[in-house]
């Protein structure tokens, strides 16, 4: 049997990479995969080659994925949701102190005092006072985003004293079964802005969380509020926060995507994108994403993928056909109904929708006729078959 070909676009935790085991070829300069592990490389203007059945992103965040041009050719996209949330929520605690507490500009402002020998510590306790920040034990947190990284946020910001206010009205089970009871439930987002003294967002990019942050909803939050923002840059309008920065209408913002425009300046602090950056992340997030990939590859199984319904089917006990296909009436009963015509039984059949888009497994035993897959990738809607 060929090998299966996996393509890098990024260096991957060798863990996740051995995952794949003797019957996959693995490497940076794979031509036709089957499949590609991707961490933050920009892929919008890549060419999706033919072969290519799924993408896997190690990490949560999946703009740098076409999504949309992905799901009309028929592959689907993975990302690792939770497998890094230990990682950035232990940074976002840390920015909650920073954003409070002047450590930054205090230790640089203790760099200059080098040279001044016996004198450092007067000069020391003369000087720290323009560096005083508040605790934050007893203030009101709001987290705009409830999944996996904004629930343990919120667990531990409780647990160090913190009033939490929690907004997400796609709440899902898990998360709603992880969620601390001590979370306060806000309705809306101007909730949050009139009531919170730090505001975390954790919620993925896309139309409408865009900006999030911006005059008008910096303008309904409290006076000297901080901001923290570890999901991706364009949640926020950099000028409407650099702005409100300046007059001490924002006390802080801790944003972890630096952009030109946010280096340098006073009440800001732009991490390099270090959330995710630990080793134990980078190998939980490679591992998921590599098992979750080649389930896909082996069997069909899909597990949380942004573009396409989960579903799980098992391993294969004879022969698979995998179709992914528009929602739209009468297609499985097409689909079935050319199996039938080639007087093949069809053992076991699962299909799930997400939107506009389907997801069907036919399980059967025996052979298949070339014209029976070529008449059923005919079938109006139908957007990709695989035979396993
Ligand atoms: C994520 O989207 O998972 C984080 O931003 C970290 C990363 O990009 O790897």
Known sequence: MDKKKILTLNKIAKVGLDRFGDSYTVGDFVENPDGIMVRSAAMHDMDLPESLLAIARAGAGVNNIPIDKCTQQGICVFNTPGANANAVKELVIAALFLSSRRVIPGVEWAKTLKGNGAEVGKMVEKGKSQFVGPEIKGKKLGVIGLGAIGVLVANTAYSLGMEVLGYDPYLSIDAAWSLSRHTQHAASLDEIYAECDYI???VPLNNETKHTFNADSIAKMKDGVRLINFSRGELADTQAIISAVSTGKVGCYVVDFPSDDLLGVDGIIAIPHLGASTPES???????????????????IIKNSVNLPELDCGRVEDRRICVIHRNIPNLI????????????NIENMLSKSRGEYAYTVLDFAGDLPDAAIDAMKKVDGVIRVRVI
């Open 200 to 202: 975390t967002v954790h």
């Open 282 to 300: 980078e190998d939980n997030c490679a591992v998921m994403a590599a098992d979750q990939l080649s389930r896909y590859l082996k069997y069909g």
């Open 333 to 344: 009963a097409t689909l079935s109904g050319i199996l039938s015509g080639e007087g093949i």
